[in-house]
Nanobody, 121 residues
Framework: QVQLVESGGGLVQAGGSLRLSCAASGRTFSSYAMGWFRQAPGKEREFVATISGSGVITYYADSVKGRFTISRDNAKNTVYLKMNSLKPEDTAVYYC??????????????WGQGTQVTVSS
């Protein structure tokens, strides 16, 4: 199964920006859609954004639309999440995973450690 390592999180003030990265193992990275998900304390993990294998098609949760941009570099087996105009409610641990629609692919179970994003008001 694909192994994923997320990075790029940190502490930022409201209105600031961060770029998250997700490095994936394996030689078939470009064949599957990837998604970003997040989990805030005491809440369930939720969908943030997804991108097709080719990178042409993207889709966002309403809560981040217009502020976040998902992209990928298949030559580097990496997917990114650029986050602008961050809000305190964006505070969460962010994870990447192979995606099926707005959910993690059902065959995927090896979640990485995630990367913590904390937005101060």
């Amino acid at each position: 199964q694909v192994q994923l390592v997320e990075s790029g999180g940190g502490l930022v003030q409201a209105g600031g920006s961060l770029r998250l990265s997700c490095a994936a193992s394996g030689r078939t990275f470009s064949s599957y859609a990837m998604g970003w998900f997040r989990q805030a304390p005491g809440k369930e993990r939720e969908f943030v954004a997804t991108i097709s294998g080719s990178g042409v098609i993207t889709y966002y949760a309403d809560s981040v639309k217009g502020r976040f941009t998902i992209s990928r570099d298949n030559a580097k087996n990496t997917v990114y999440l650029k986050m602008n105009s961050l809000k305190p409610e964006d505070t969460a641990v962010y994870y990447c995973a192979p995606a099926r629609g707005t959910r993690a692919a059902p065959e995927f179970s090896s979640w990485g450690q995630g990367t913590q994003v904390t937005v101060s008001s």
